[in-house]
């Protein structure tokens, strides 16, 4: 359970709380949370292997690709991504290139949460491919096409001083792999073509590569149409979600992608990357772009822009077969399969 206990990246945290919670909830396994110790490394290499022992255990499910190579009991590792087969160096230390390489040698499965991570793998890893599944995300409250009785969605813009164009909301685009400058040039294109009028929505933290994507859009003549209202409480993003036009997406690495799949299920679209974990988990409600392409991203914005209220059903529909219970029938089917 180290996400829950650890700093780790927050999709990573996002998707071991709902799967967690979910199983717990479900009751066909019995869940054990095993917190962490402040030394994680001897923790999880001589205090795990010792309590699959005391507690009786069939094994241990790791929700991240780090587990303990010796010891009894089975093993389902996570792998995330495989951010460095992209050109992308956030989360591609040698720790990660280790298990991501090793792990897979030593599990009994291997859990990816998309195709696209899948397929890295086994490329790199074709002798074990048969150890690899593919368990999607879940996405549930407060993400929905409809806010709670009583709530008025527009009172976020008022809140977080937005005007009323339509927006383009980049959720958490301020670390380097989330590439808003594409939907910054986008945004620019766009603007050189007279097109519609879109205000960019960044949420997040300040970070030096928000600064630095600030200063493009500066130099980009954007200033007056970008916002940083900062964090946001998830429920102002889902209302922010069912307010935005469009959602851009355009990572370069991206194992899963939360806010694809918060955006389906709110009605607004994502516009993606294609050949992506994104445009994998979006399908056919989301508009693809190459993100290189400052031309076809701004095409992307403007026709999701057009065509929101009729790719809304759409998306709603897309985001319906990803929930956590479905996410955690397939887990326990997993750890049936190893029992």
Known sequence: MSPLHAPHPPGVVRATRG????????GVLDVVRLAPQRDLRAWRHKRLPALVSELGLLGLHSPVSSFPLRGPGRRLQTIHELPWRHGVTENADWKHRFWAAWGPARAD???????????DLRQRWLPGAARIR?????????????PEPGAVDEMVL???RLGQDPIALCIGAVREKKN????????AELRKRHGPRIQLVVT??????????????????????VSTPGEIPEGDLAALLRLASAVPVLSRSEGFAFPVLEALASGSVPVVPRDSAQSELAGTAGV????NDPASVADGLVRAVMERETLRFD?????????????????EALWQELA
Do not use: I, M, N
């Open 134 to 146: 593919v368990v999607p995300w879940g996405v549930g409250a407060p993400f929905g096409d409809l």
């Open 109 to 119: 499965l291997v859990l990816c949460p998309s195709e696209h991570v899948a397929r």
């Open 158 to 160: 008022g809140k977080y």
């Open 288 to 291: 693809v772009v190459d993100a």
């Open 204 to 225: 997040g933290p300040d970070t030096p590569q928000l600064r630095r994507d600030l200063g493009l859009a500066s130099q980009l003549g954007l200033s007056r149409f």
């Open 180 to 187: 808003l400058a594409a939907a910054l040039r986008g945004l």
């Open 315 to 331: 998306c709603v529909e897309r985001a319906a077969h990803f929930t956590w219970d479905a996410c955690a029938a397939r887990v």
């Open 19 to 26: 799967l967690v919670e979910s199983l717990e909830r479900r």
